[in-house]
């Protein structure tokens, strides 16, 4: 054995020298290289090969997509997860409509990769496609959850917001605004969220951040946060911002507003400081003033207060000529409240306020300017009122008639002015006597009631307007001197020393503005351009935003 | 005894109107018939709509259009819209009306005259609806008046607002009215302060806001025997992050309310011989492009032939009409020689309706109502033409040398590649008879004779102007497209579902049934498999109400990409097996067409006779699941079938005024057991019928369609008929079948009737 194998390494080793050497007939030199050279490269050819992935990039290059898909398939069947073949699979079932197997290819990849945000996107994007919304939100909030992406949070939003997911809208805008989401019209909708939770607080917190960037922009949601900072003890904060607010837009609506919520939070100092802040001489703002001044029954600082008022101001305005009227008269001035209706034209005022005006003048005796006010009130309006059209027929000297109507008019039921216009025309028509019986019965009645409720009693007293409504005339003027009777003076009986709380008939000389606004709807309701709502916007509806929320024509 | 007494006179006219109509059905007594129908009530079925066209600059751009014509038309009405700015109606023409809408945001020009108009209006009896203000701007001056108009529906304005709504609550919300798309916002809007007077309107949404010590109640959505009143912010609500609208109002219930739901036919154009109709057209934008799909790019097929070869050809059963561009296929304007052998081809198919997709394929109607050339030839010229490739500028060159005409290339500046020109073939000027009747003759030169064009597709805005749909209404031929209807995840409201038509001036024009593949593919941007979405429109208008017939709108594009492709013939395979009527898209358009002339009179309390109504063969009556057709007393239904809980009534187009009958479901149920007669009523059918003849045992009826015919009948259990089809005067088949024990009579025939065939039921046994 040990022979046989040493001569077996001997022809080895020696053996082929030999044969080349002892065969030289048909084994060439350059032969043997060639036949080196020619298995060589058919190795090499084969390692240059394409593998299966170089084929299927070259067949889907080339268009032959079945055939990669086949191949691709092969694959997946051998368990290939790859997130290259995934992928390849996904697009070509994707590409040839095959829906359900190009969903699994890619969930199955985006189970495979978590955290590459190119295929959670796919995915996203994919459930989307195919309408699959609760895939799709599922989705979006994976993929938020991983990753802050703004466009992500406002998609996410607006799908719950669409569908009137409140409570999961809300706590998406505050989760992604911890994570940075500072995009203003979904702060500003946290923030009514937020205060229909009755979190004012929080309210306050969110809005303040956006005006800091003034970008706070609606009125509706300036009114928020001046709220919301007023109830959170910021009241020195709101006025700040209701000054800057002014300035910024001149909205002088908005600030009459916010005068009104701060007096009815009692704020009547900080009131008065904003109007005159914001305010100017003459406008419509600075009227206000003196209306508070009137709230705290500072009667003589207002009435020289308007007066300063009137010679700077031009009046143009019909609803500020209203309150100037009112407030005149208010103060115990008819003569001036007169000058403003001249100068604005009294046939441009309000009838109301011509009622209270013309009453006001005649219950001062102010013949001229009463007649003047008369001519501009409609006859029926004048028939209508009793006491009116008594002082009219007195003024053009028609005792009898005067003395029916008077017959007529409920004496319980008229305020300050109205009761001394009644005397004054009682007087005249010749019934002094049971005029001045009738205001003793009155004002013992006042005096009587405002002792056992410490309050003035409306009762039949109550005061009313000239339509029934709510006082709108003003409280009488106190003139001994030209009126010998009784009358008790502005707010007070005649009896009685004991002042009246101004708020009885103050309280309702403006519309009350609590939780209402005056009718200013004159205006759009709903600008287009809201920031929480828009009108309901078909493609070319006013005010769209620019992309087009209905389907594009073909 | 008493009893009888009272019920002495009802019973007379009972008799005389039984009476009456056992002479209308006696042939031969077409007067009495008449004589009965014109002297009941008549359903009135017009609504006016107000609009301010200085906000609002077209009655298709009007929020009435956009959102509450399509729920008013489900519901049988139909609109006229007037600027209020044009001067209003005078009251000598409000007859005809139901009543009013309105639905103003914005401030009126003359809003004073407004209120007039309205008050006059009204006192005629007109019902009113408002949505949003009356009469905006609203001031104290006006308040009066505007409450005076408020209260023929119960509502008075108190001129206040609660601009503090985080503080209010909503007190009382009845959910059949309100939360249809959305719920109410958690964050409520400032809203007016609108009092209802009880027993005068009933409220549907009212909401409360503390004020003082007390609180204050707002009535934000009623409705009341005068009309209805919805609060803008109750309406429709807009999500700006997805740019999406949805109702937050209920438009069906509340409309239906608020105009009348009192029992009465509606007008269907959904449906046909108890089926959702089916249709398909396609435009012909993309024919000539080379397809992409593995198998047709190597032989450079263009996409118009492989939608031939996968979409049409496969599916004789599924008519489909087919847009030609007639320019696609003329060379000299850069179409192609191809398109043209494609068109024939195409047009010889017999389930193939000829229709044109225009002549040079306007992208921009409006820019053609006041066509300046001058103006286009600018455009043209401004926007730049692609460079020439080397290849392109020799062969120019050579042509040039040689004196030929030159080939059209991409190149071409008077070829348009997109929609920032006006039109796609400008070489010529634009010329409207062209457009549409030049247009629809090169359409009809390709098919065989005597084969016409049925329809006019519009093509890229789809806004044509008045005289566009003129000349096509002219040149005798129905047209459709724009609408977009899409009810699904991404346009998830019942807004996206447009009404049946737009008016142009005096001119109509239909909308088609659903969306085409542009808007669900990104505008041909992909992912182009998109319209496999469209089974969820289908879905949505089909339940819980059906809004739309079964359209399956597609371009010649979809052969271009494979997974286009594969939702067309998906949705093609769904249509092939779903329940539905295949018809040509020119009938849908004829029927939507008729919709607006049917004039329907109320001749008892249970019938009514339902005529002018062309190639409408369908009323409804919805919230009927208890009440039945009475075929002995109706005349020209040939019957019934329940959809949800409605009850679609098939009528005989043969007869020009139906009179339909109804009675409680159980009396028809136990009528048809008890039955001995051969009566049959029709359930549905695959093939449109007509013509229905009562014959001594049996009767016979003509049918058209397209596939095989399949028919479901109900007569009494277990009768047997002999049924043959007879086509010019051969007999084609003849077979005997028995209903089962529920009376249902099925049947199913031979694909024969893409022309009228007689179906004859014998009596057998």
């Given at each position: 054995m040990a022979d046989v194998s040493m001569g077996t390494i001997e022809r080895m080793v020696g053996g082929l020298p030999k044969v080349m050497m002892t065969r030289p007939g048909w084994v060439k030199p350059h032969l043997l290289i060639m036949v080196v050279v020619f298995f060589g490269a058919l190795g090499v050819g084969y390692l240059l090969l394409p593998d299966d992935n170089e084929r299927i990039a070259m067949l889907e290059r080339d268009g032959h997509d079945g055939q990669a898909l086949q191949l691709l398939e092969q694959r997946f069947a051998n368990g290939d997860r790859k997130q290259r073949t995934l992928f390849q699979l996904q697009n070509l079932y994707e590409e040839k409509g095959d829906l359900p197997k190009a969903r699994q290819m890619l969930v199955l990849l985006a189970a495979a990769r978590p955290r590459d945000a190119n295929v959670q996107r796919r995915l996203a994007e994919f459930y989307r496609s195919t309408q699959d919304e609760a895939g799709y939100i599922q989705a979006l909030e994976a993929r938020l959850a991983r990753r802050y992406s703004q466009p992500v949070c406002k998609e996410l939003i607006g799908l719950y917001r669409r569908s009137g997911q409140f409570d999961a809208e809300q706590r998406t805008i505050a989760a992604c605004r911890i994570r940075g989401y500072r995009r203003t019209e979904d702060i500003v909708r946290l923030a009514h969220l937020t205060a229909a939770d009755g979190n004012m607080a929080e309210v306050a917190a969110l809005l303040r951040s956006v005006d800091d960037r003034r970008r706070l922009k609606g009125e509706g949601d300036r009114l928020m946060l001046f709220v919301s900072l007023l109830e959170a003890g910021g009241a020195d904060e709101a006025k700040t911002r209701a000054v800057r607010w002014y300035k910024g837009s001149r909205d002088q609506g908005l600030v009459l507003r916010l005068i009104d919520v701060l007096v009815d939070s009692n704020r009547h100092d900080l009131a008065m400081e904003l109007a005159r802040e914001v305010g100017r001489p003459g406008d419509a703002i600075s009227l206000t003033v003196a209306e508070l001044m009137l709230d705290r029954d500072q009667v003589v600082a207002a009435r020289s207060y308007l007066k300063g008022w009137f010679e700077v101001s031009k009046l143009r305005e019909p609803e500020a000529v209203s309150r100037f009227i009112r407030a005149a008269l208010d103060a115990e001035d008819p003569l001036l409240a007169y000058k403003a209706g001249e100068l604005h034209g009294l046939s441009a005022v309000a009838q109301g306020d011509l009622v209270a005006l013309a009453e006001a003048l005649s219950a001062v005796d102010q013949r001229e300017a009463f007649q003047a006010v008369k001519a501009q009130i409609s006859p029926e309006l004048i028939a209508s009122n009793a006491l009116l059209a008594a002082a009219v027929e007195v003024d053009q000297g028609k005792p009898e008639p005067a003395r029916q109507l008077l017959s007529r008019v409920e004496v319980n039921a008229l305020d300050a002015w109205r009761l001394q216009l009644w005397a004054r025309l009682m007087t005249s028509t010749g019934r002094r006597a049971t005029a001045v019986q009738t205001l003793r019965d009155i004002a013992a009645g006042v005096a009587n009631a405002g002792q056992r409720s410490g309050a003035p009693t409306p009762g039949s007293g109550s005061p009313t307007g000239p339509n029934g409504g709510p006082l709108q005339s003003p409280a009488p003027v106190?003139?001994?001197?030209?009126?010998?009777?009784?009358?008790?003076?502005?707010?007070?009986?005649?009896?009685?020393?004991?002042?009246?709380?101004?708020?009885?008939?103050?309280?309702?000389?403006?519309?009350?503005?609590?939780t209402k606004r005056p009718p200013r709807r004159n205006r759009l309701r709903r600008p287009p351009a809201s920031v929480i709502k828009k009108p309901a916007p078909p493609p070319t509806w006013n005010g769209l935003p620019a992309s087009v929320p209905f389907p594009a024509p073909g | 005894m008493s009893a009888r007494r009272w019920n002495l006179p009802i019973l007379a006219i009972g008799i005389y109107l039984i009476a009456a109509f056992g002479v209308c059905v006696v042939p031969g007594h077409r007067a009495q018939a008449l004589e009965i129908e014109f002297s009941g009530r008549s359903v009135k079925l017009d609504i006016l709509a107000l609009y301010d066209r200085r906000q609002e600059r077209a009655p298709h751009l009007t929020r009435i259009h956009q959102f509450a014509e399509m729920p008013l038309n489900h519901l049988g009405f139909r609109l006229t819209y007037h600027d209020v700015n044009a001067g209003l109606p005078s009251p000598g023409e409000l007859a005809r009306y139901r009543g009013v809408l309105t639905w103003f945001a914005e401030p009126l020009a003359e809003p004073d005259k407004v209120l007039d108009w309205l008050e006059v209006a009204l006192a005629r009896g007109l019902k009113y609806v408002v949505m949003g203000a009356v009469a905006p701007p609203v001031s104290e001056a006006r308040l009066e008046q505007v409450n005076r108009v408020l209260a023929r529906i119960g509502l008075s304005d108190h001129g206040e607002t609660v601009d503090m709504p985080w503080k209010a609550r909503v007190l009382e919300r009845d959910p059949e009215m309100v939360g249809f798309e959305r719920p109410v916002d958690k964050a409520l809007p400032s809203f007016s302060v609108i009092e209802a007077r009880r027993g005068d309107a009933e409220p549907h949404l009212v909401l409360e806001a503390p004020l003082g010590s007390g609180t204050v109640q707002s009535t934000l959505v009623a409705t009341a025997p005068g009309g209805g009143f919805a609060d803008d912010d109750f309406t429709v609500h807009y999500e700006p992050n997805t740019n999406r609208v949805r109702w937050t109002l209920n438009p069906f219930a509340f409309f239906a309310r608020a105009f009348g739901d009192e029992r009465r036919p509606i007008p269907d154009t959904t449906t046909l011989a108890g089926r959702r109709m089916y249709f398909s057209h396609i435009d012909g934008d993309g024919w000539n492009n080379v397809s992409e799909i593995e198998g047709y790019r190597e032989a450079q097929k263009l996409s118009a032939e492989v939608v031939e070869r996968e979409a049409i050809v496969p599916y004789p059963d599924l008519p489909v009409s087919v847009g030609l561009i007639a320019s696609d296929a003329n060379p000299a304007l850069g179409g192609n020689l191809t398109a043209g052998v494609i068109a024939r081809r195409l047009f010889a198919l017999p389930q193939?309706?000829?229709?044109?997709?225009?002549?040079?394929?306007?992208?921009?109607?409006?820019?053609f109502e006041s066509y300046d050339r001058a103006e286009e030839l600018r455009l043209i010229e401004s926007h730049s033409a692609p460079a020439l490739s080397l290849r392109e500028r020799f062969t120019r060159g050579v042509f040039k040398v040689a004196g030929r005409a030159m080939p059209v290339s991409q190149s071409d500046k008077y070829v348009a590649g997109s929609d920032s020109l006006p039109r796609t073939y400008m070489r010529q000027p634009f010329d409207i008879k062209n457009e549409v009747a030049g247009a629809l003759k090169i359409s009809e030169s390709f098919a065989p004779p005597g084969k016409r064009a049925g329809i006019y597709l519009w093509s890229g805005d789809t806004t044509p102007f008045s005289a566009a749909i003129r000349t096509a209404r002219l040149a005798g031929v129905y047209n459709m497209n724009g609408g977009d209807s899409r009810l699904d995840a991404e346009y998830p409201s019942v807004t996206y579902v447009p009404p049946i038509s737009r008016m142009a001036g005096d001119e109509r024009q239909i909308y088609a049934g659903n969306s085409n593949e542009n808007t669900y593919t990104n505008d041909w941007t992909g992912p182009y498999y998109g319209q496999f979405m469209l089974v969820n429109t289908l879905a949505n208008t089909e339940s819980p109400r059906r809004l739309k017939p079964f359209n399956l709108y597609y371009h010649m594009y979809s052969g271009e990409r494979p997974g286009a492709l594969a939702a067309v013939r998906h949705i093609l395979d769904i249509a092939r097996k779903a329940r539905v009527i295949p018809v040509k898209a020119s009938t849908y358009a004829a029927i939507a067409n008729d919709f607006f002339s049917v004039d329907i009179v109320q001749v008892?309390?249970?019938?009514?006779?339902?005529?002018?109504?062309?190639?409408?063969?369908?009323?409804?009556?919805?919230?009927?699941?208890?009440?039945?057709v009475d075929l002995t007393r109706s005349r020209g239904v040939l019957g019934s079938v329940r959809h949800e809980d409605s009850l679609f009534v098939s009528l005989d187009p043969a007869v020009e005024t139906a009179v339909v009958t109804l009675r409680g479901r159980s009396a028809e149920r136990a009528a048809r057991n008890e039955s001995k007669t051969v009566e049959a009523s029709l359930v549905d059918s695959r093939w449109a019928l007509s013509g229905l003849v009562r014959e001594s045992c049996g009767f016979r009826v003509t049918a058209?369609?397209?596939?095989?015919?399949?028919?479901?009948?109900?007569?009494?259990?277990?009768?047997?008929?002999?049924?043959?089809?007879v086509k010019d005067g051969k007999e084609l088949s003849q077979e005997t079948r028995w209903a089962d024990d529920q009376g249902q009579f099925a049947v199913r025939f031979a694909p024969v009737a893409v022309n009228p065939v007689t179906i004859r039921f014998a009596c057998h046994g």
């Open positions: 106190v003139r001994p001197d030209a009126m010998p009777l009784p009358v008790p003076p502005r707010g007070q009986s005649n009896v009685s020393a004991e002042p009246a709380p101004p708020k009885l008939i103050r309280k309702t000389v403006r519309k009350r503005r609590t | 193939v309706e000829v229709a044109s997709h225009t002549n040079t394929h306007p992208f921009n109607w409006q820019f008892d309390l249970f019938s009514w006779a339902v005529s002018r109504r062309g190639s409408l063969s369908t009323v409804r009556f919805d919230d009927a699941s208890q009440l039945a058209q369609g397209f596939g095989t015919g399949d028919m479901l009948w109900l007569t009494s259990p277990r009768r047997g008929f002999r049924v043959s089809v």
